[in-house]
């Protein structure tokens, strides 16, 4: 299920061309970031990811935040979780709360990989955050990774009053693997009657294994996360059953029958990278079962672009946008 490294489909569709703010800045960022990322450069991306992550002083914003990290139990029979929670320095009473899942393709990152963002939205929300950290593919394929998310969760809705959170505000959300993931635990609450999240915040969601959509062709061997990565993240989180008949939406949610049911939902993609499609088509489902959702689609956005490159025009509305969704759902 290999994607082949030329295809007269692509060769039919140009890719869209990247925000020119955001393609000299994805000129430096290739220095450093390959577009395809491959199991045997894995443990190398993986000590990159681990020596960027930020240090408790950083999160601690200048004491706005208590950080502190817990271990609760895992999926019966699996290892227990480490959650990383920053509470807004003495707050009384209970707070809205974003349990984030990181990303990294499934096979990268940890509990502190792209939470900048989020701890942003708890400082200016006077949120508290929950960011998990969950076993990785290929040494733990699915659904281990689900299921430790899965774990995360149920206990800290369970243990909300300990931890100063409002059970009925708490919200899901992701980033790229971390965005499907959330997805699938939208997924799992609702058919496993788990503690319903306020809404789901999709960030350039990783949703769809068979990787076959137009934009995964235009975007092979460009930008950030391509088709060929794609391939590494899904094969090593499915094996042979990747792109078959019987992955499990909760593994890849794209897969999902029914999208009925779901809390409020953000999904934003950029309109160059590999996801776009599929996230696109999951917002419309999401319509199509008389669901909630709020779609953005960045021109020229590469994968990740507001991260990568946080300055710029795009990245800075792209923020804003999802801001302005979660002040309005906790305020409505």
Do not use: K
């Not at 295809?7 to 960022?29: G, H, K, Q, Y």
């Not at 769809?208 to 088709?227: A, F, K, V």
């Not at 008389?290 to 509305?317: K, R, Y």
Request: glycine share 10%; proline share 10%.
């Amino acid at each position: 299920m290999t994607p082949s490294s030329s295809s007269s489909r692509a060769d039919r569709m140009p890719p869209p061309p990247f925000d020119p703010e955001l393609a000299a800045a994805l000129e430096v960022i290739r220095e450093h970031v390959p577009p395809s990322i491959r199991l045997e450069t894995l443990d190398t991306m993986r000590q990159l990811r681990r020596q960027l992550g930020p240090s408790d002083e950083d999160l601690r914003r200048d004491g706005a935040f208590d950080v502190t990290e817990r271990r609760v139990p895992g999926p019966q029979g699996a290892p227990d979780v480490s959650l990383l929670i920053c509470r807004p320095t003495g707050a009384t009473a209970p707070l809205p709360a974003v349990y984030y899942v990181h990303g990294g393709g499934m096979i990268m990152g940890d509990n502190r990989t792209g939470i900048e963002e989020p701890l942003d939205w708890a400082r200016e929300l006077g949120l508290v955050l929950v960011s998990v950290e969950y076993r990785l593919a290929p040494d733990h394929p699915h659904p281990a990774p689900v299921e430790d998310c899965y774990a995360g969760l149920v206990w800290t809705a369970g243990n909300a009053a300990e931890l100063g959170i409002d059970p009925d505000r708490l919200i899901v959300a992701g980033t790229s693997a971390g965005g499907g993931l959330a997805a699938a635990l939208a997924l799992m609450v609702r058919d496993r009657g788990g503690p319903t999240p306020a809404g789901q915040v999709l960030l350039c969601p990783m949703l769809d294994d068979r990787n076959e959509t137009p934009s995964s062709h235009q975007m092979e061997g460009l930008g950030i996360w391509d088709r060929n990565s794609n391939d590494t993240g899904w094969t090593a989180l499915l094996g042979e059953s990747r792109g078959g008949p019987d992955v499990s939406p909760y593994a890849a949610p794209a897969r999902a029958e029914d999208l009925s049911g779901l809390p409020p939902t953000f999904i934003d993609v950029g309109s160059a990278e590999t996801f776009r499609d599929e996230d696109v088509a999951y917002a419309t489902r999401i319509w199509q079962a008389g669901g909630q959702a709020e779609l953005h689609v960045w021109p020229g956005g590469f994968h990740g672009f507001d991260m990568l490159a946080p300055h710029a025009a795009l990245s800075q509305d792209a923020r804003a946008a999802r801001l302005r969704w979660l002040r309005r759902l906790l305020e409505g």
